[in-house]
């Protein structure tokens, strides 16, 4: 690694040619490997099929290896820690040309979240700012994409109570959007022409995003040090799940992903990627360059960008402005799904997103790394398919080769020519592929031994080793799922067969298991068949293909297993799985902790037996309250009609009659609700289903 560090060190401007010559060197010998180890007489089709599927392949595993490796260099030269300096930091409250204090926003788009959750965290950060005494010039939006018509009332009332408190000396907005066009892009484009000129900077959130006071100072510092750069991406941990399967990924985030973070910061330079959440962005670029276009053609492929992300750091980038990953800056953390199949889930959203990138890679005017960003992206789900295939021409390559019988005399020959093995070759080939895809594990505790304090953080050297080798056992089980999973996502997309939007599921819960039969049952039946097909056939081969056999046999267990927080609070009192936000937690995760734990009554009084929604109906503090939020504008004729019905039909059938889109359409415009309103209180009601 002596040799890596040295070329880390070289110059900056040599940074992408040293970590593409490395991938490409690393391919290409992998690839000379294979080939020599099935070239026999000539290539066969298929085997001309396993050698441009392992060639993409290997080139997806090797950039990946390459960038753990310059990471794992990179942080082996770098001091231990590195805290913000805040007293060389410059104040959120700086100035302006014009003399006026400049602003910075903070941005939380939400749809359908738990409000308890989402002003919980919004209140930590808020408390960790103050405790920096560098709060002046922060204020903070909730832009709410909430369809749900109770969530939305409680996002207001939430809003009301915590405004009061505050009072004037921090500015707090909440808005609904009547619709949720092109979703969170969308959410952000509105928030950006209705209030972006009053903000220099943005800092956009997730509902489940954290981060400390000190590091959204920093982040402030940064992008006033240097006026060219348009975005800075801090790197979110993932914490505060308790599920057997969430701390072993929340293990893995924070070992592995420092390294991973520090290697992509290097390749990367002033042209890195945007990860959507955790990340501060220069308002003026943003909204001048970042407008997107709906792609042509109908869904998955056509209509909105999905991941908009990707596409928003490359248009800032082809404008010409830098944007890069703070991979040295911590405080920056987020919550991740709690079982295997909510990670699938979340997984089935990305990759609709993902796979629109492949439009975009030869799109005019984007520079060449943002187009690798792109690749990247797709390729991200297209390996899994381009894996099964690949196992599978395997087995049926391995199938005839079984079948063809050695040829021992050839022409007048009287010497027998005995047929060429190529056992070494394939076994090297397999190892050369698990050390790339296992040894950033081992440099990642090489790193925890080379700084004991920071092996103290993750429970010590030798639990840490412990938690290292269980995860990647269970990583081994789960990577066929997670293949078979994706495969399934990319061939629905391929179809036509478009996503949406769907809420996510956060909070801790256990897999039973008649999800886990549904969810897995077709992948237990797949191991069964190829299993009975490949020892009954190709017996040799079977052996090979155990590990990816087993995952499937066993994923329903596995899926259930894992997603018991029971065993994940079992692992933590063991000291495995701890990661540094267990180990010393950070001040802002306590705050959000008490503040899920103390949860603040209503601001408004009232009859509390009733709905949130026939409260806004009714109860005058949250009508009024509801009301006053509403945007200023009278419906169409037809919509007042639609609208008159509706009341109509609460009216004579009662509340339980209307659907969930119907109650948000009485909700949305001030004239019908007032309207509802007056009417039921005229009639003397007392609740709507009077």
Same mark, same amino acid.
């Given at each position: ?49 396993? +050698? ?274 703070? =991979? ?81 005399? +050839? ?277 709507? =289903?009077?």
């Amino acid at each position: 690694m002596s040799l890596i560090g040295h070329l880390v060190g070289m110059g900056r401007h040599l940074h992408r040619p040293i970590f593409f010559s490395l991938v490409i060197l690393t391919t290409l010998a992998a690839m000379s490997l294979l080939s020599a180890a099935i070239q026999d007489r000539g290539t066969t089709p298929l085997e001309l099929l396993l +050698l441009i599927l392992y060639a993409i392949l290997i080139l997806w595993i090797s950039a990946s290896f390459w960038t753990a490796a310059i990471g794992f260099a990179r942080l082996l030269r770098r001091p231990e820690t590195l805290a913000a300096d805040l007293d060389a930091a410059i104040p959120p409250a700086g100035r302006e040309a014009s003399g006026e204090p400049f602003r910075t926003a903070l941005v939380m788009p939400v749809y359908n979240e738990d409000p308890e959750r989402v002003f919980a965290g919004l209140r930590a950060m808020h408390q960790s700012l103050l405790e920096t005494g560098r709060h002046q010039g922060f204020e903070i939006f909730i832009l709410s994409d909430t369809r749900d018509p109770d969530t939305w009332i409680q996002e207001e009332l939430q809003w009301r109570r915590w405004a009061r408190e505050l009072g004037d000396s921090t500015r707090l907005f909440y808005r609904n959007r009547v619709e949720n066009t092109a979703r969170k892009s969308g959410n952000l484009a509105d928030f950006c022409r209705d209030w972006g000129a009053r903000y220099r900077y943005m800092i956009v959130l997730d509902a489940d995003s954290i981060m400390t006071g000190e590091t959204l100072v920093e982040m402030v510092r940064r992008m006033e040090a240097d006026p060219s750069l348009a975005l800075l991406q801090v790197p979110p941990v993932p914490v505060n799940r308790s599920s057997l399967f969430a701390r072993m990924l929340q293990f893995a985030g924070s070992l592995y992903g420092r390294m991973f973070a520090a290697g992509l910061s290097y390749w990367q330079g002033g042209t890195a990627n945007f990860w959507g959440h955790n990340a501060i962005l220069r308002v003026e670029p943003f909204a001048a360059h970042c407008g997107l276009p709906k792609l042509p053609g109908r869904e998955p492929f056509g209509g909105d960008i999905l991941s908009h992300d990707f596409v928003e750091a490359a248009l800032l980038a082809r404008a010409g402005w830098k944007v890069r990953l703070a =991979d040295d800056l911590g405080g920056s953390y987020e919550e991740i799904p709690p079982t295997l199949i909510d990670y699938a889930k979340r997984d089935r959203r990305w990759c609709q997103g993902n796979l629109q990138h492949a439009r975009l890679v030869l799109a005019a005017g984007f520079k060449s790394l943002s187009r690798i960003h792109f690749a990247m992206g797709v390729m991200s789900y297209l390996a899994s398919p381009l894996w099964l295939i690949f196992l599978v021409a395997t087995g049926i390559e391995a199938y005839l080769q079984s079948r063809t019988a050695p040829v021992y005399f +050839l022409g007048e020959s009287v010497l027998p020519v005995w047929p060429a093995s190529y056992t070494v070759e394939m076994a090297t080939v397999l190892w050369f592929t698990l050390i790339m895809l296992f040894l950033p594990k081992l440099l990642a505790l090489v790193l925890l031994a080379v700084h004991p304090e920071q092996a103290r953080r993750f429970g010590g050297l030798a639990r840490a080793s412990l938690s290292v080798l269980i995860e990647s056992l269970l990583s081994v089980l789960l990577a066929p799922v997670l293949m078979l999973f994706q495969s399934k996502f990319v061939a629905a997309i391929l179809l036509r067969t478009s996503v949406g939007w769907p809420t996510q599921q956060r909070g801790d819960h256990q897999t039973g298991f008649g999800q886990a039969l549904g969810a897995h049952g077709l992948h237990t039946l797949i191991a069964l068949i190829a299993g009975l097909v490949t020892y009954t056939y190709v017996p040799a081969f079977f052996w090979w293909f155990t590990p990816v056999l087993a995952g499937l046999a066993l994923s329903i267990p596995v899926s259930m297993i894992t997603s018991r927080t029971s065993l994940g609070l079992l692992a933590r009192r063991a000291g495995l799985f701890m990661t540094p936000e267990e180990t010393d937690e950070p001040r802002v995760l306590r705050a959000l902790d008490e503040n899920l734990a103390n949860p603040r009554p209503c601001s408004c009084a009232g009859p509390k037996d009733l709905d949130l929604w026939s409260r806004a109906v009714l109860d005058p503090c949250v009508h009024a309250l509801h009301a006053s939020l509403l945007p200023d504008e009278r419906p169409s004729r037809r919509r007042r009609h639609y609208l008159e019905g509706l009341i109509f039909q609460l009216q004579d059938e009662g509340p339980n009659s209307l659907n969930p889109n119907e109650k948000r359409a009485l909700l949305s415009h001030r004239d019908g609700l007032q309207e509802l309103h007056t009417l039921l209180w005229a009639d003397g009601a007392s609740r709507p =289903d009077s």
